[in-house]
């Protein structure tokens, strides 16, 4: 691993033009030059599209072009000391030492590492300095050596670098990705004898695109900039080259998180009601300090934004830090939801705004309407049926959607970029064969596992270009697909039918029933898995509700309706017994009006947190009612979400409100009286033991 960088890899005080394009041109060049790349072309490419996406520099007068590349051959590390220096969109200057890296496309972990930990050192003043001292070639390559551990100078620089890691407890998450410990509960200081109200622990998460330099770089500025502040920080660096999650009592110790991302953080459920800071990863790097004070601030503000979902929701990880086979579909799924939510969000408004504009029989004539007549050459119910007919066809077409996108990014949240293909074309497939929503869970499944078993094939060099842009999506779609159209379409089919005929004659108690269930489980967990369950239950199946056949809308306007009430009746609840609740949970209750309104479960979850043995039974009991009612008189929602805000996509409105506020007053109702109950037990304990 020593051969990472050569002195023919060093460049030294040159000139190498003022833009940082043509220096990462130049760079390229060396390392193609030296056999590591296939092509300077594809290489430069990649390098200069992220650099695009997130400028390079950081303080310090350094930058860290990087990327990973199909045209890298082995991992690399160029170097040039520049005079003059070139912008790299640092705020404090240009940077006059520019460290390039190229990682292939498919990097070993092993030199991810590598890769990683030089990043992390070019924050620290002194190794800096020392390149820009060095005097030759071969005195840089020893020194990045050092850094990382390979060569003469190891010891030394590897206790610079473990000292720069933080004071004990304010450390960064990820032994096999940087070399640190994992945090543990032990980890964390005594903080026995606190003032109240003090902030003295924080998390993180930091995780860039590439994953190779920003993502540790910022990490241990956060890390510096809390210990300047007396602050315990903790840091969960999701890298390429692997990451080891925050021990959960760390997280639930913690007064705030920040998240320093510009990808989705993984597990984000994990932190799900602590007050948030979110920035893009270079921000970690360029303003640590602001963020740590902002954090502070947030943990101190009731009102401040917090990360949604239900805490503990998520299943452990096991020991070596992978996901359980449950954990991974079930996180597949909800990717699979959360990116088909949008097309099924925005094609149910459209299709109820077409209604209110066209009546319902624009569903036979809005073909003929939408190609036969415009602007100039309204059809005969004037304007109003002419924009109903655009807006239900641009509404049907984006719900068409629905599963292609469902099965899609399933697949992708498997097998990364490569599922994507195949996920679609086996979603395409389970719309063509009539399997609907069901069938999409399975063509993205198959797809996804496919792509993942194929990407971890070992091919020939030559060979490895090819693979996520032909070979994987070609032998996944047709694997899927193929599956799909010989084996489990036509079953899965039949079983939608059956599904939708049932759900259609629901009538009476058995309608009744389902929305009891649905209502619990939108109860339960307050934004949680079994809540997502139940949402993502009933926003797949919106696609085939239609006048015919309402149940589909019938169940998600049960499930609208539930989700609402818990964060109402605690609203409701802080404002009939404000001596049952703390200042900082009235404060909450003011806000919890709102997000209750717009069907923001996650607003109870602050309530839940500090007292769920009262909060949650009685938020199910006024959920469990209000689906009941829902479904018990036919109100209907042809909108995924919003809540109240949406009233022209609801059926029956009138009936919706009052389900809402009868589910509601019990709730408050039954969490006020159970507060009660507990104050008249705590204060019966101290009279009993004076009796005695």
């Not at 590349?69 to 006059?96: N, Q």
């Not at 924080?202 to 210990?227: F, N, R, W």
């Not at 032998?475 to 899927?480: L, Q, R, Y």
């Amino acid at each position: 691993m020593s051969d990472l960088i050569t002195p023919e890899l060093v460049t030294l005080d040159s000139n190498l033009g003022t833009e940082r394009s043509s220096v990462i041109r130049y760079l390229a060049e060396q390392v193609a030059g030296q056999g590591r790349s296939s092509e300077v072309d594809g290489l430069y490419a990649d390098a200069l599209a992220r650099e695009e996406k997130t400028a390079t520099g950081v303080p310090g007068g350094i930058a860290i072009p990087h990327c990973r590349s199909k045209a890298v051959l082995v991992p690399t590390l160029a170097m040039a000391r520049l005079s003059p220096a070139v912008d790299y969109g640092a705020k404090d200057g240009p940077a006059d030492l520019v460290f390039f890296i190229a990682a292939p496309d498919g990097a070993d972990q092993e030199h991810l590492k590598l890769l990683s930990k030089l990043a992390r050192s070019l924050i620290r003043k002194d190794f800096t300095a020392s390149l820009r001292a060095a005097e030759t070639k071969e005195d840089i390559v020893r020194l990045v050596e050092g850094a990382l551990g390979i060569g003469v100078e190891a010891a030394p620089q590897a206790a610079a670098t473990a000292s720069n890691s933080g004071p004990a407890g304010a450390t960064v998450a990820g032994a096999s990705a940087v070399g640190h410990a994992t945090p543990t509960a032990q980890d964390a200081p005594d903080t026995t004898g606190e003032a109240k109200g003090e902030v003295r622990r924080l998390v993180a998460v930091t995780a860039c695109p590439t994953g190779i330099a920003h993502t540790y770089m910022a990490a241990d500025s956060l890390v510096a900039a809390a210990k300047e502040r007396g602050i315990d920080l903790q840091v969960e660096t999701q890298g390429s080259s692997g990451a080891t999650p925050l021990d959960p009592s760390v997280i639930a110790a913690a007064d705030a998180v920040i998240f320093a991302v510009d990808v989705d953080v993984r597990d984000k459920a994990r932190f799900a009601g602590l007050p948030v800071i979110t920035s893009p990863v270079k921000r970690g790097i360029d303003e640590p300090g602001v963020m740590v004070e902002e954090a502070v601030a947030a943990a101190r503000n009731p009102n401040a934004r917090r990360v949604a979902g239900t805490a503990g929701g998520e299943q452990a990880d096991d020991d070596e830090g992978k996901d359980s086979i449950g954990s991974t579909l079930k996180r597949a799924l909800l990717t699979g939801v959360s990116y088909m939510i949008p097309f099924v969000a925005g094609g149910g408004l459209l299709i109820a705004l077409g209604f209110l504009l066209g009546g319902y029989l624009i569903t036979e004539t809005a073909d003929a309407v939408v190609l036969e007549n415009s602007l100039l050459n309204l059809p005969e119910g004037g304007l109003g049926q002419y924009l109903g007919a655009v807006a239900f066809k641009i509404g049907q077409l984006s719900l068409g959607f629905l599963v292609p996108a469902l099965a899609g990014y399933i697949a992708y949240a498997l097998a990364d970029r490569p599922g994507i293909a195949p996920g679609f074309v086996a979603g395409a497939v389970a719309g063509f064969m009539g399997a609907g929503f069901l069938g999409g869970i399975v063509g993205g499944l198959l797809a996804g596992y496919v792509a993942l078993m194929i990407g971890r094939l070992s091919v020939p060099r030559w060979l490895r270009s090819l693979m996520p842009v032909v070979i994987i999506p070609l032998v996944a779609s047709i694997v899927a697909s193929g599956l799909m159209f010989l084996v489990l379409g036509g079953p899965i089919a039949a079983l939608t039918v059956g599904l939708n005929n049932w759900l259609s004659g629901l009538t009476g108690t058995a309608a009744l029933g389902l929305g009891v269930i649905l209502g619990l489980m939108m109860a339960i967990d307050l934004g949680g898995p079994v809540n997502k369950v139940a949402y993502s239950f009933a926003v797949a199946g919106l696609g085939a509700g239609a006048i015919d056949n309402q149940a589909p809308w019938q169940i998600m306007a049960a499930v609208m309706a539930a989700g609402m009430v818990p964060p109402l009746a605690m609203a409701l609840a802080t404002t009939i017994d404000r001596n049952r609740f703390t200042v900082a949970e009235r404060e909450n209750g003011k806000a919890a009006w709102l997000l209750g309104a717009a069907f923001i479960s996650e607003g109870a979850i602050p309530f839940a947190a500090a007292d769920p043995l009262r909060v949650i039974p009685s938020s199910m009991i006024g959920a469990a009612v209000t689906g009941a009612m829902v479904m018990g008189t036919g109100v209907t929602s042809q909108a995924p979400h919003g809540g109240i805000f949406v009233f022209f996509a609801i059926g029956n409105v009138v009936m919706f409100i009052v389900s809402i506020l009868v589910g509601t007053i019990i709730s408050a109702l039954v969490v006020v009286a159970l507060k009660r109950h507990a104050a008249r037990r705590k204060n019966a304990v101290p009279a009993e033991a004076v009796a005695a």
